[in-house]
């Protein structure tokens, strides 16, 4: 480098700073609709209305009801690092607000036009302030406002071309908008707010004072189907809540478009919470399917960082392992009780399960041939009563919930018969057909009883604690420090999920045992893998994942094959064992054993009563 060439070191000018912000804060219109909406919500607004021309690039107008700004304060709304919301290292350390950083407005102002209008209770009248994108201290006039504030952004990018070029179509950067108002329209069910484009009604959302109204909200964020194929979650344990909807496994998507989670009240995209929730539905989530899920997790503020990203989108958990373990067994807890059940005379209080019509999704290409069948037709009725035992003792539904949060709603009368009915056919050697109060229900037998098979598996490992075996030769692999110093941290983690490993030497450990149902399996890629878990999360579950890859192999070879023909009890047998063997309302893969076609359902396609 010529050192003639060099430049001096020297202050960046203020309106330069303000569009370096910008670029870490405002990636597209819907980016600036997010940090003002945050705005409002911070100012203790109930009421939103959004205008938007051209997707958000010719006008982004935010008008809210909060308790507005006064006209004093209006030029420090627009200066760097101001804010209402903290004032100590205390304040950054514990922030409940959404919007802290005192970025938003001074970074929006320095790529667009703006015009902030705002009436505080104690003004007289409202004040208005239009922004100098070049930097200078503008001054606020006189407006008629009512009490609250509005904010108008033209042109965004005007004055950054090149960013301005990278905006995409008017329909893309309208459907980023939509987005965003619908995360926060689901963040505050408190909240009304209504949208327009172009002069056109968008949105228009009502406060959701009730469940229900909630729900109806949830079905013009989500869609009625989520609505109608969700469980609706409510636990508290160790300082931690989380609440919400999880959508069943047969509602399944190709892509994580429908995951909305909030962290006391803010937008996040974690990657720990999406682990969690992933491994939460192991064994019952369709190869490639994505969970769709609505959640709101509530801890202590001082237990989360949300001060590490300038959009306020990722968060760090103080003690992320314990956040992660809580929202796994909570979701893994409430996804076991998915199995037939009657539908409840009133929905049970935390968790509800709507219907179990969901998508078929395509099986595998080479299916594997099941062997015989083996189940017991002696034990229906015993099996049943011991089932359901509280429908013939007489007690109140309120004394037969149960009491964990993920426990089914009692079942209706015992005069009704079992959820799954009594079968009267078998179609194809493939389907039971059963024939309950409601109407008819079809069953895929293989696929129910490789579902039983695999939950009596997994139930026997789990009583005899996972068996080990040594190496007849041990494996030696090279590894990082890091990784040796994971090996001692974590030493009795490992050897509780079989595995014995000792470090050989500052970077090389030595594998010695493994679990006997892994001997055959790729030893090296499998330790690689928990110790790489162990590192992110602080924790592994790819040996239990592993072991039961394995035993759903053994249940689809031990399930019972298609064209066997079963007489009636023996089908009677499989829907009594599937009423009360968890997780049964799907198989291994994630594909929906059964479903339901009400007497509703049948008259409408045969035009009865019309």
Not at 25 to 43: F, M, Q, T
Not at 196 to 215: F, K, T, V
Request: charged share 25%.
């Amino acid at each position: 480098m010529n050192l003639l060439d060099r430049t001096p070191i020297r202050p960046l000018p203020d309106p330069l700073i303000n569009q370096i912000a910008a670029g870490e804060v405002v990636e597209r219109p819907a980016s600036a609709v997010k940090e003002l909406l945050e705005n409002c919500l911070d100012a203790g607004a109930d009421r939103i209305e959004i205008d938007l021309e051209q997707g958000g690039v010719s006008l982004i107008r935010v008008r809210d009801n909060g308790w507005g700004i006064p006209s004093e304060e209006l030029p420090v709304a627009l200066a760097r690092h101001a804010t209402s919301k903290i004032g100590s290292l205390q304040d950054l350390e514990s922030v409940a607000s959404l919007g802290f950083r005192g970025e938003a407005l001074p970074s929006i102002a320095s790529v667009s036009r703006l015009t902030l209008t705002s009436c505080a209770a104690e003004d007289a009248g409202g004040w208005r302030l239009v922004s100098d994108a070049n930097g200078g201290a503008p001054a606020a006039q006189p407006a008629p406002h009512p009490v609250g504030t509005t904010v108008e952004v033209r042109d965004l990018f005007y004055n950054v071309p090149a960013r301005r070029k990278f905006l995409r179509t008017e329909r893309t950067e309208l459907g980023h908008v939509e987005d965003v108002v619908r995360r926060l329209a689901l963040s505050r069910f408190d909240l009304n707010v209504s949208m327009r484009h172009n002069g056109r009604a968008m949105l228009d959302m009502r406060a959701a004072p009730d469940q229900r109204a909630r729900e109806l909200r949830l079905a013009k964020a989500c869609g009625q189907a989520f609505v109608d194929h969700c469980l609706h979650v409510d636990h508290e344990a160790a300082g931690f809540r989380i609440q919400g909807w999880i959508g069943l496994p047969t509602f399944s998507r190709s892509q994580t478009d429908m995951q909305y989670f909030f962290v006391n009240g803010r937008m996040v995209r974690d990657r720990l919470v999406a682990h969690a929730v992933r491994q939460g539905y192991q064994d019952v989530l369709y190869h490639g399917r994505h969970p769709a899920f609505v959640l709101y997790l509530e801890l202590d503020p001082a237990l989360v960082d949300v001060n590490v990203h300038p959009a306020k989108y990722e968060v760090r958990f103080r003690n992320g392992r314990l956040v992660h373990d809580f929202l796994y067994r909570t979701i893994h807890e409430v996804l076991s009780h998915t199995r037939p059940a009657d539908e409840a005379p009133t929905p049970a209080p935390q968790v509800q399960l709507r219907a179990n019509v969901g998508p078929r999704m395509p099986g595998p290409a080479n299916p594997v041939e099941q062997t015989s069948m083996s189940l017991s037709v002696q034990e229906q009725l015993e099996a049943y009563g011991k089932l359901y035992p509280a429908r013939q003792s007489g007690l109140p539904a309120s004394e037969r919930q149960g009491a964990y949060p993920g426990a089914l709603p009692d079942a209706a009368p015992a005069d009704q018969g079992p959820p799954l009915g009594h079968a009267i056919a078998q179609l194809h050697g493939i389907y039971i057909l059963s024939q309950n109060a409601r109407g008819l229900i079809l069953v895929d037998m293989h696929a129910a009883h490789e579902r039983i098979t695999y939950e009596g598996l997994k139930a026997g490992l789990d009583a005899s604690g996972i068996r080990t075996q040594p190496l007849l030769v041990p494996v030696s692999l090279a590894v990082s420090a890091k990784e040796v110093q994971l090996t001692e941290t974590h030493a009795d983690l490992l050897s509780e999920l079989g595995l014995e490993l000792t470090v050989a030497g500052p970077e090389r450990i030595t594998v010695r045992r493994v679990p006997n149902l892994l001997a055959e399996s790729n030893v090296e890629q499998l330790v690689r893998d928990v110790l790489s878990d162990l590192a992110t999360h602080g924790s592994s579950d790819r040996v239990r994942v592993a072991i039961n890859d394995v035993l759903s192999t053994m249940a689809c070879h031990g399930s019972v094959r298609a064209n066997r023909r079963l007489n009636l009890p023996e089908m009677d047998a499989l829907l009594r064992q599937m009423e009360r063997t968890e997780r049964s309302d799907q198989c291994n893969h994630g594909r929906p054993t059964w479903i339901e076609m009400k007497l509703d359902d049948l008259d409408r396609l045969f035009l009865r009563g019309r």
